[in-house]
């Protein structure tokens, strides 16, 4: 299930780079990192506070729209020879005089963006998803009052019968 949806990724987030064709795929896989990343606090304790519900969702679109821009590096950066004999990748350069043309390696790729670079490494792509996670959910507790980021086993005082 995804936290959020293209009406509020466009009209609450802002957000630019989805396609109202793309949008719930991203939006539903960027969710499923969301629930790996706070520790599945989200699938049983989901926030209460419409604020922080907010910033859950401001997450998830953060998070798929990262997820999207590192799908095309990926597909850009590929360098496959068709059927047709042909190079299809990203294109690096191109020369008029004497018909030049270079395509893009995934090394070079890699240093051109940092969706290029979480393109090119899991260890980058997740740390991306990290920081930009910890943008929206720092501080923003679960239903029970567990930080969502928290990673330890909550401590709880005893009561006394």
């Known amino acids: 299930m995804a936290y959020a949806d293209y009406s509020f990724y466009t009209t609450t987030y802002y957000g630019d780079v989805l396609t109202a064709t793309n949008a719930a795929k991203w939006l539903d896989r960027a969710s499923d990192e969301l629930d790996t990343l706070t520790f599945g ?3 049983f304790a989901f926030p209460t ?3 922080h519900v907010i910033r859950v969702k401001k997450a998830a679109c953060a998070l798929a729209e990262a997820l999207c ?3 095309e590096q990926r597909k850009a950066a590929s360098l496959q020879l068709g059927g047709d004999g042909n190079y299809h990748g990203a294109v690096a350069s191109i020369s008029s005089g004497r018909e030049s ?3 893009a390696s ?3 790729a890699a240093a051109a ?3 290029a670079a979480a393109a090119a490494s899991k260890d ?3 740390n991306l998803l990290k920081d930009l996670a910890a943008r929206y959910l720092a501080n923003v ?3 029970n009052g567990i930080n969502l980021l928290f990673a330890g086993v909550p401590w709880r005082i005893p009561r006394e019968e």
């Open 124 to 126: 980058a792509e997740t």
């Open 41 to 43: 606090r989200l699938t």
């Open 141 to 143: 507790p679960d239903a």
């Open 113 to 115: 963006s940092v969706y």
């Open 106 to 108: 995934a090394a070079s």
């Open 69 to 71: 821009c590192i799908d």
């Open 49 to 51: 506070v419409e604020a």
């Open 101 to 103: 043309i270079s395509f």
